[in-house]
Every structure is written in C-alpha cells, then in structure tokens.
C-alpha cells in the first residue's frame, strides 16, 4: 500500500454511507493502463466489475469524465448504461455539446496544420471535436528526446489566449473554455457526496472543485491537490472494489 493509503480506507467507509453518492473517474491512467494505442487498451477488469456494482446501487452514479472524445470514450470504456460518459474535458455529454464558431473552426484547423509540420511518425495529430491533439508516446517509446522536443514545439505555438493543456505525452489545443472542473462543479450539486479520481494534469480542475465532504484520489505520482495518492491502475482498482463493499453494506442496512 502506498502512504496515506489507511487514511484513505477510512474516508472510504466514511463517503460509502452518503444519502447519494457521485463517484467520477478519469480513465486513461486511472482505470485503464495507458498505452501507445489509444484504442488498444483494456480497462482495468477488476475496476470495472467495481464500477458495475456501484452503478446497480440506489443513490449511487458513476461517471467516466476524460479528455478521449465521446465516440472514442465509448469505443473502449467497457461500461453500459446507466454509466454517465463525458467526453473532451466536458464539452461533450449525451445531452449536447455547445458550438463551435467559424473563429473557432479556423483556430483548430489553423493548429492542426502547425502540428502536423512538427509530427514526425510516429507522434500524430489527433482530431477531437473541440480540440488538437498531438501524441508522442509511440515516438517516446524509441526516441524520447525527439518526443520531448515535439512537445516543447508544440507547446510555444500561439494560442491567442485559447486554453493548451500538457498531460502524458501529449499536448492539447482547445477551442472553447472547458474543464474537468467546470463539468463537475455542475454535476456534482446534485449529490451528498463526491469522489473523483484522476491520474494527470488535466485531472487537477476537478481535484479542486471538490468540498470537506467529498474525496479526492490522485492516481500515481504526478504532483496534486488531492489528499490522497494510490500508486497505479490497479490500486486503484482495490479502491473501487473496497467502495463498492462499503456501499453495499450501506444500502442493505
């Protein structure tokens, strides 16, 4: 176990008995094992048999929030209904996304160009529906020097003041102002209680938002706002599984 891990039991017994309870999951690095295919990757299964038993509970919902596009998030998540799905950060959920500008369109189009000069295979651009994406991480795997170089290229584009964000491998270029932290702070209002958990840059937007009654679970060793730390997909995994047990004693009796 890692340090701070029997405090976290503790809080983990603690928010298995909220009146309703939210419990909001990262995938890539928090579920699931990060790969240099993105679509080649299995969530982790003793994750998802947690998930599955929390999502069977009353006054309990899991969401799966991440950066993947909805389409894709949904290619690979390994969870049917009634799992809450966010895609791009949380511009994209099943009740709509918003729309994008002309200015907007250009932006992107005109990034995807500048990145798509510096992206030397294997390192690709990725295109969401509100974002450009570069990865390196099959580049990194051979020649990490040229992958990082890819990157700080990458990150001095211009961006007239439209939102980059850094995460593992990758940098990301979005056209409206959106976060894993503004979609929580919304969708979390509607519970007693919270837990999210998140292994990347990306994920401290929603670490932040998050209050006393709620918990917060960084996964690895990136730095964090979180209170609490497991060391990988798969403690994770045992975090899940002893919250699903929690609960079920509670909804029982």
Not at 96 to 123: H, K, M, N, S, V
């Amino acid at each position: 176990m890692t340090a701070g891990q029997p405090q976290l039991g503790g809080e983990i017994e603690r928010i298995a008995r909220a009146e309703t309870l939210l419990v909001c999951l990262d995938f890539d690095g928090t579920i699931c094992e990060l790969g240099p295919d993105a679509y080649a990757v299995t969530a982790n299964p003793d994750a998802l048999r947690a998930a599955r038993t929390l999502m069977a509970l009353p006054g309990t919902q899991v969401a799966v929030l991440s950066g993947r596009h909805l389409d894709g998030l949904r290619r690979v998540v390994g969870l049917g209904h009634p799992v809450v799905l966010v895609g791009s950060h949380g511009a994209e959920t099943s009740a709509g996304a918003p729309e994008l500008t002309p200015a907007d369109r250009a932006y992107l189009d005109d990034i995807a160009r500048q990145l798509e000069a510096i992206a030397i295979p294997p390192a690709f651009v990725e295109s969401k529906p509100y974002q450009r994406v570069i990865h390196v991480a099959a580049l990194a795997d051979d020649n990490p020097d040229l992958a990082e170089d890819i990157l700080t290229r990458a990150r001095a584009l211009a961006t007239p003041g439209r939102p980059v964000l850094s995460g593992h491998n990758i940098v990301e270029f979005s056209a409206i102002e959106v976060s894993k932290g503004s979609w929580l702070r919304g969708h979390k209002e509607h519970f007693a209680a919270t837990v999210f958990a998140g292994d990347d840059t990306t994920d401290e937007t929603a670490l932040r938002v998050l209050g006393p009654a709620d918990v917060g679970i960084k996964v690895g060793p990136k730095p964090t706002v979180a209170k609490h730390r497991v060391s990988g997909v798969g403690e994770m995994a045992q975090v899940l599984n002893r919250l699903a047990e929690a609960r079920q004693r509670f909804v029982r009796g």
